[in-house]
């Protein structure tokens, strides 16, 4: 089991920034690629950034790419997402989740998940 808690999420004006955390506990953390994922009201989960567990190159969603930068510290068991220049659409619940073995951008392969952190971005 992997346990993962979620932070920093809050209201934020658009063009502005937040960095969300996501903590893990349980079993090894290096062996899981980790992801970030986000829920919009009345839409469906769509996948945000996700990054393996030691080198390679992140993943992002085309809507975040150059805005978002995911990156993790394997040695406290956390991962964060840097979110710059954000905008009204970027309002959701924004998830982390586990993934064991490789990146994907693809919900069914994350075994585990988080309770997600509001990010509301206001005009």
């Known amino acids: 089991q992997v346990q993962l808690v979620e932070s920093g999420g809050g209201l934020v004006q658009a063009g502005g920034s937040l960095r969300l955390s996501c903590a893990a506990s349980?079993?090894?953390?290096?062996?899981?690629?980790m992801g970030w994922f986000r829920q919009a009201p009345g839409k469906e989960r769509e996948f945000v950034a996700a990054?393996?567990?030691?080198?390679?190159?992140?993943a992002y969603a085309d809507s975040v790419k150059g805005r978002f930068t995911i990156s993790r510290d394997n040695a406290k068991n956390t991962v964060s997402l840097q979110m710059n220049s954000l905008k009204l659409e970027d309002t959701a619940v924004y998830y982390c989740?586990?993934?064991?073995?490789?990146?994907?951008?693809?919900?069914?392969?994350?075994?585990?998940w988080g309770q997600g952190t509001q990010v509301t971005v206001s005009s």
């Open positions: 989740a586990a993934a064991f073995g490789i990146v994907s951008t693809q919900q069914y392969d994350y075994a585990y």
């Open positions: 990054i393996a567990w030691i080198g390679g190159n992140p």
């Open positions: 349980g079993r090894t953390f290096s062996d899981y690629a």
